[in-house]
Structures are given as C-alpha cells and as structure tokens.
C-alpha cells in the first residue's frame, strides 16, 4: 500500500486519521514535535516511524521527508490553530504565526515531499490532505486570523491540484468545530460545546474519527479521480440551517 507522512500525527485528527489509513494497510511516518508521544503512537499503530521537529524550522520538512522514505503514497498535512480573537485584539504576530502554522507549513510539506509522491503514487497517483475549517466558507466573527490563514490552503490546495496532476492528488478537508485537544479551551465547557453543536443540522460536534475517515479515504486508491476539491465535514453547518 505504500507509506504516508502525516505532519501532526500525535493530534487529534492526525493520530485519527493514521489510525484510518493503518486499517487500510498503509504503513506511516508521522511528525510532530514531541518525541515521547510520536513513539507512543508509532508503537501502537504498528509499521510507523516517525520524525521529531518543530515546523517553525524549515529545515525539518526535508528531513522528515528523506526520514520518511524516497518514495511516498500520501501526504497529510494535519497541523494547525484555532486563535479566536476579533480584530481589535489580533497583532502581526498573532496572524504572522497562524499564516506560518496553516499555510507556510502545508505549502513546505508538499514542496519537500512532491519528488517521493510522485515515485510513490502507483497508477491511482499519490494523495495529499490538507486541513481548512468551515469558517472560511461560512464566515464567523473572532475568525478573520484562522480563517485568512485556511482559506490560503485552500488556495493553495486548488492550485497545485491542477499543478501536480495527474501523478498527485490535493485535496481539503473542511471541519467545524470537532472535540480535539487543540479545541479544548471550548470544547471544555460544555455549556459552549452544547451551545455550538445546536447550531449544526446534525447537533453534535465533530469527532476526530469523523474528520480521520474521509481524510484516510481521499488519500487511498478508493479516491483516484478525486482531486481539487474542499469537502465539509461539518454536521451540515456550512450550508443548512433547520432552524428559521
């Protein structure tokens, strides 16, 4: 089945998503910052390694990717922020540091990757996922940082589709608001959790295993002539409302 990179394999949505793609048969190498926790999953996923590295280095894609193996099946790029401020309180460096995360990092992902993806495609060609938020196409107040910087990889996704085809596949997955430890400063109160699931047509939040599904499925075979698309996984919020 090949091997897979998955930046921010010990998140939520990462580690979900390497656990979708392992029952698929795909061996992986995850990276991610801590070296402790990528051991702790590399061990129970079975067939993985792993890198250790911050993305604020440019440095560490390239490694990653020659640590990864000379030739890759997908690439996930499950990094990312949620910094909620309204205009009045974002700063440069707030905006500067979600564009890097967001955007910077998925765009230096693939850049490092493109050569081994497009070796370790096969016939179906290779996948890569890249995370944006409803947000972008819904617009939410307190978002204009997070959003701008999703709505970059968007962009970004879109044009190297067209790009990097027919050997390379690029598409988005596009979450609401989905119960992981990077949202845990408002998942964690479950008043504004309930709240928030009440907005959705399907009135829950997302669980990390909803988002790993569909992100697993566009990197397999399954999804060989899919390719430029921004998929919602969003419980019907970006586009229904059931309450008048």
């Known amino acids: 089945m090949g091997r897979v990179i998955i930046y921010g394999g010990t998140g939520g949505i990462g580690l979900a998503t390497a656990a979708a793609l392992r029952a698929r048969g795909y061996a992986l190498h995850l990276a991610a910052r801590e070296g402790d926790r990528l051991s702790e999953a590399a061990e129970r996923l079975g067939e993985t ?35 909620l401020r309204p205009l009045g309180r974002l700063t440069r460096a707030d905006v500067e540091t979600d564009f890097r995360i967001n955007a910077l990092g998925a765009f230096s992902a693939v850049q490092a990757a493109a050569g081994a993806l497009k070796r370790g495609g096969g016939e179906a060609g290779a996948g890569i996922v890249l995370f944006s938020t409803v947000a972008v196409a819904q617009g939410f107040a307190a978002h204009a940082s997070v959003a701008m910087a999703k709505g970059a990889v968007e962009g970004l996704a879109l044009s190297l589709a067209a790009e990097l085809a027919p050997q390379i ?23 504004l959790a309930q709240g928030i699931a009440a907005m959705h047509a399907i009135p829950r939040l997302g669980r990390p295993e909803d988002v790993g599904a569909l992100a697993a499925f566009l990197v397999s075979d399954e999804a060989a002539w899919i390719t430029g698309q921004v998929i919602g996984v969003d419980g019907g919020r970006s586009n229904l409302r059931t309450k008048g």
């Open 169 to 191: 596949r690029v598409n988005v997955v596009a979450p609401s608001l989905t119960r992981t430890p990077l949202a845990a400063a408002i998942t964690g109160n479950e008043t």
């Open 49 to 83: 390694t792993f890198s250790a590295g911050d993305i604020a280095d440019p440095a560490f894609f390239p490694a990653a990717t020659e640590e990864a193996g000379p030739d890759l099946a997908g690439l996930v790029y499950a990094v990312g922020t949620i910094n």
